[in-house]
């Protein structure tokens, strides 16, 4: 069975600093995996994905994420942190044999101080 | 990119009532939709999987009588609530797949706040 674990349910970060969320996996197949944020009442937007090919993944607002199937991980991160960037945000994995599923992680609140 | 409504974005309901809510993909056929729901400071939970045209697949614990969900179009589906309590309050999101998007890529919608008093 698949599942998504975060490391840290809060993160603080000063303006300007490096953002760094943690994700790790587990998954008996390769699967795809992704990074969503959510604002206060909102839905989820896509940050990026990885699907397959490189395995440094570029996505919008300046946010990348690393798939290193050794660590079984899917680190975000943010080499300058703006005030912008305070959300809820979710990793979640999908089996690439079982389309239906995405499994979310328990998300981390990332807080950025002025 | 696609885009994905929900109506309404908030609703307050009377314990007992049934409550019903559409989620719509704008700009392209979704062959599936997922419905989730999200309680305060927690993550999203799968409730159910709707194929067009076919009966929901519901996730183990979801009662399907209580959770009724059709998806009678490609561009439709909707979520009734039906004999709602205060237990029921959260935050309803749907997500919804296809349209040449990727099998893997799911849509989601900005959400449908239900409370029950």
């Known amino acids: 069975a698949q599942s998504v674990t975060q490391l840290g349910s809060h993160v603080s970060v000063s303006e300007g600093a490096l953002v760094l969320l943690r994700c790790n996996y587990s998954s008996s197949v390769p699967p795809y995996l992704f990074w969503y944020v959510q604002y206060p009442n909102q839905g989820l937007q896509l940050l990026l994905k990885y699907t397959t090919g490189a395995t440094l993944v570029k996505g919008i607002n300046g946010f990348e994420a690393e798939f290193k199937k050794s660590e079984t991980s899917f680190h975000l991160t943010k080499p300058s942190a703006h005030m912008s960037d305070a959300a809820e945000y979710f990793c979640?994995?999908?089996?690439?044999?079982?389309?239906?599923?995405?499994?979310f992680g328990p998300g981390t609140s990332l807080s950025v101080i002025p | 990119g696609a885009v994905v409504s929900q109506h309404p974005s908030w609703v307050i309901c009377k314990s007992g009532t049934s409550v019903k809510i559409e989620c719509r993909s704008l700009?392209?056929?979704?062959?599936?939709m997922f419905w989730y729901r999200q309680f305060p400071k927690q993550s999203l939970m799968l409730m159910a999987t709707?194929?067009?045209?076919?009966?929901?697949?519901?996730e183990q614990g979801v009662e399907k009588d209580k959770f009724l969900i059709n998806h009678a179009s490609l561009t439709l589906s909707t979520l009734t609530v039906t004999s709602a309590h205060p237990e029921d309050s959260s935050f309803y999101i749907c997500?919804?797949?296809?349209?040449?998007?990727?099998?893997?890529?799911?849509?989601f919608g900005p959400g449908t706040r239900l409370t029950v008093t």
């Open positions: 709707s194929n067009e045209g076919s009966k929901a697949t519901y």
């Open positions: 700009d392209f056929q979704a062959t599936t």
């Open positions: 979640a994995v999908s089996e690439r044999t079982s389309y239906d599923k995405v499994i």
């Open positions: 997500s919804a797949r296809g349209g040449g998007t990727g099998l893997y890529e799911q849509y």
